[in-house]
Structure formats: C-alpha cells, structure tokens
C-alpha cells in the first residue's frame, strides 16, 4: 500500500487522481480518498490523502508461476 499525501490547487488534484485511476496497474482503495480540504494560510491552495494498492505485487517480468 502507498500512502500519498498530495498538495496543490483543486484543479491540480483533480487532475492527478483523473491520471492515476487511469493506470491499470493501480487501483485506489476506494473508501480510502479523503475530501479534498482547503489550506488554511492559503485557500488557493488544498489537500488530499490517497491510498493507493498495486494490482500486481510481483515484477513485470517475474512470472507469479515460477515458485
């Protein structure tokens, strides 16, 4: 499990889980994306927390048959 603690406008945060939940590789943990909450010295700006679970926890070119 990653756990990613994004910072950046709204607009930029929408952008990056848009991006991730386009990799197949990745899946989110679904319940696991929080509200994406204002900074509150700088409103412009927000966070998130993400978790994130590779769909394969073996390498690419490592075969899950080869044991």
Same mark, same amino acid.
């Given at each position: 499990?990653?756990?990613? /603690?994004?910072?950046?406008? &709204? @607009?930029?945060?929408?952008?990056?889980? @848009? /991006?991730?939940?386009?990799? @197949? &590789?990745?899946?989110?943990?679904? =319940?696991?994306?929080?509200?994406? *909450? &204002? /900074? +509150? *010295? /700088? =409103? !412009?700006?927000?966070?998130?927390?993400? *978790?994130? !679970?590779? +769909?394969? !926890?073996?390498? =690419? &070119? +490592?075969? =899950?048959? +080869? @044991?």
């Amino acid at each position: 499990m990653i756990i990613v /603690n994004v910072s950046g406008t &709204r @607009k930029d945060i929408r952008w990056m889980i @848009k /991006n991730i939940s386009r990799n @197949k &590789r990745i899946s989110f943990l679904v =319940p696991d994306i929080s509200n994406i *909450k &204002r /900074n +509150e *010295k /700088n =409103p !412009q700006y927000s966070h998130v927390l993400i *978790k994130l !679970q590779r +769909e394969n !926890q073996y390498h =690419p &070119r +490592e075969s =899950p048959y +080869e @044991k």
